[in-house]
């Protein structure tokens, strides 16, 4: 790998708090983005409600009306987290 011997202790904070952060950011946005537009939405056949749960009031299965079936808030959350995780790992591997 490549060394960074010639990146000051000082630099080399501030480039991985910069770098942690927008990737965190990126992280963040790509929550959101999931969230809004792949995530499975369902109507609870009791109330009337639209959920993210595929049961809802206690009653039979939600009927599903958005996005991927399996993109649960769960999944979601761990694409979150896995993408910009795996950014890092790219990143590093790179640089060091």
């Known amino acids: 790998g490549h060394s960074l011997k010639w990146i000051d202790t000082n ?3 501030s480039i991985a708090f910069g770098l942690v ?3 965190g950011i ?3 946005i790509v929550d959101s983005v999931l969230g ?6 369902f ?3 009791n109330c009337g409600r639209i959920t993210e749960n595929a049961h ?9 009306v958005s996005g991927w079936g399996w993109m649960t808030n769960d999944a979601v ?3 979150g987290v896995a993408i910009p995780a795996l950014i890092i790992v ?3 591997a790179i640089v060091v």
């Open 11 to 13: 630099s080399a904070g």
């Open 21 to 23: 952060s927008l990737v």
């Open 26 to 28: 990126a992280g963040s």
């Open 36 to 41: 809004a537009t792949l995530q499975a939405r």
């Open 43 to 45: 109507v609870c056949p």
């Open 56 to 64: 809802h009031c206690g009653q039979n299965p939600a009927t599903h």
């Open 77 to 79: 959350n761990l694409i």
């Open 90 to 92: 790219v990143i590093l």
